[in-house]
């Protein structure tokens, strides 16, 4: 018996950038695009692949253009590029991509801890970010991090929010990417945001882009596509966090995710294919696999057709 969450919305996997960017350690390009190629003949549908922010702040996306020089144009056109300054942009275009997510807070404060500059600034620069990736036939992301909570200043109001989606300097955003950077929202509040974005604010693609801090991840993940969100995003094994916001933990699972929402793509098959990647890059990175539907999938439930072996 084959089940589909409704309404649908699809997985963009942030493994190679979120996923990364806490662990501190630089996984090589070839391996990176390993794991790039193994998603994308899974089926996953979207893929961030990196950061241009500063190797020596965040050592593990040092070589995010090498991977991006490596792709194919095919491949890049599901794969996302992190950026957080027209410059940045003017780099990866340089290299091939064409989807930039362009990225800041809504509080100052964690602007200026991720970024080095305020909001205000942020959003003064993306109309030249807008105009550089128009020239170069892309599309861009606005991603306004801290949407619920900062870590400095505590709840961001909604309205701040709609304020930032509704400024005219960020016309020509294709998408506008709501992230619970610390993992602190419920449901109820991630519902009523992404309903209000989407009834007061331009019409855009909403990505909701949650962690899984406080355990409510795949919750509010749901609770973001019951309120009209078309893209989600999740790592390998929970793994990520923001090395800039103290008390963030790992992002929502991917694999819980997928288990949950059960795209027509995903299969047991996929589902177990995509636990023995996971498990193989956190054991050389160290790091603990969170996922609980990777811990299922390996259990004893041999009656479960989900479960690794059937």
Same mark, same amino acid.
Do not use: M, V, W, Y
């Given at each position: 018996m084959t089940f589909t969450y409704e309404p649908q919305a699809i997985l963009r996997d942030v493994t190679l950038r979120d996923g990364l960017q806490l662990t501190g350690k &630089? &996984?090589?390009?070839?391996?990176?695009?390993e794991i790039i190629r193994e998603l994308l003949a899974f089926g996953v549908p979207a893929l961030e692949i990196g950061s241009l922010a500063r190797p020596d702040l965040v050592p593990p996306m040092a070589n995010t253009v090498e991977v991006i020089s490596e792709l194919t144009p095919a491949e890049l056109e599901k794969c996302w590029v992190w950026v957080a300054t027209p410059r940045h942009i003017e780099k990866a275009a340089a290299a091939g991509a064409r989807n930039f997510q362009y990225c800041?807070?809504?509080s100052d404060s964690h602007n200026k801890a991720n970024i080095g500059r305020t909001t205000e600034e942020s959003l003064a620069a993306m109309p030249a970010a807008v105009e550089l990736t128009e020239a170069? +036939? +892309? =599309?861009?992301?606005?991603?306004?991090?801290? =949407?619920?909570?900062c870590p400095f200043e505590g709840v961001v109001p909604e309205q701040r929010i709609v304020d930032i989606a509704n400024d005219e300097r960020t016309a020509g955003s294709a998408d506008i990417v709501i992230c619970d950077t610390l993992g602190q929202a419920v449901p109820a509040q991630v519902s009523s945001l992404i309903g209000t974005v989407r009834t007061r604010t331009p019409q855009r693609r909403i990505v909701f882009h949650g962690h899984d801090t406080w355990g409510l991840g795949v919750a509010n993940t749901l609770a973001a596509i019951d309120a009209g969100a078309a893209m989600v995003d999740g790592s390998l094994g929970g793994l990520g966090g923001c090395p800039?916001? %103290? +008390?963030?933990?790992g992002n929502?699972? =991917?694999?819980? &995710? &997928?288990?949950?929402?059960? %795209?027509?793509w995903f299969t047991p098959a996929t589902l177990a294919g995509m636990v023995e990647v996971t498990e193989k890059m956190l054991a050389e990175l160290g790091e603990p696999n969170r996922s609980k539907a990777a811990q299922g999938a390996r259990s004893k439930a041999k009656a479960f057709d989900w479960v690794i072996g059937q």
């Open positions: &630089l &996984l090589p390009t070839a391996r990176k695009l800041f807070s809504a170069a +036939g +892309g =599309s861009i992301q606005l991603c306004i991090a801290t =949407s619920f909570t800039f916001a %103290p +008390g963030a933990s929502t699972s =991917s694999e819980d &995710l &997928l288990f949950a929402t059960r %795209p027509e």
